[in-house]
Nanobody, 116 residues
Framework: VQLQASGGGLVQAGGSLRLSCAASRRIFTSYTMGWFRQAPGKEREFVAGISWIGGYTNYEDSVKGRFTISRDNAKNTVYLQMNSLKPEDTAVYYC??????????WGQGTEVTVSS
């Protein structure tokens, strides 16, 4: 079971980034996928999630209207499009997979830094 996140970097406030998470086939076909983040000195928090058929998404309140989660089942990849980035979005972003009701598999994280 492998999750590989990428796409992080340094961006100015108001800019955009798209994170990608490539998953091994075994875990991608029926799992809910999610993005989490952990800012320095803070606990990891949920950012966005998407159901396995892509029909249902949910977001943490502070990113609603700015972030969009999507998935491409043919490519075994989940994305997080982040627009109108703010300095408070600075964090390490992790993708995760939930086989049932909880997230059980985690990627290594990709760092996002938003400068003011």
């Amino acid at each position: 079971v492998q999750l590989q996140a990428s796409g992080g970097g340094l961006v100015q406030a108001g800019g955009s980034l798209r994170l990608s998470c490539a998953a091994s086939r075994r875990i991608f076909t029926s799992y809910t996928m999610g993005w989490f983040r952990q800012a320095p000195g803070k606990e990891r928090e949920f950012v966005a999630g998407i159901s396995w058929i892509g029909g249902y998404t949910n977001y943490e309140d502070s990113v609603k209207g700015r972030f969009t989660i999507s998935r491409d089942n043919a490519k075994n990849t989940v994305y997080l499009q982040m627009n109108s980035l703010k300095p408070e979005d600075t964090a390490v972003y992790y993708c995760a997979a939930a086989p049932h009701s909880s997230y059980a598999y985690w990627g290594q994280g990709t760092e996002v830094t938003v400068s003011s």
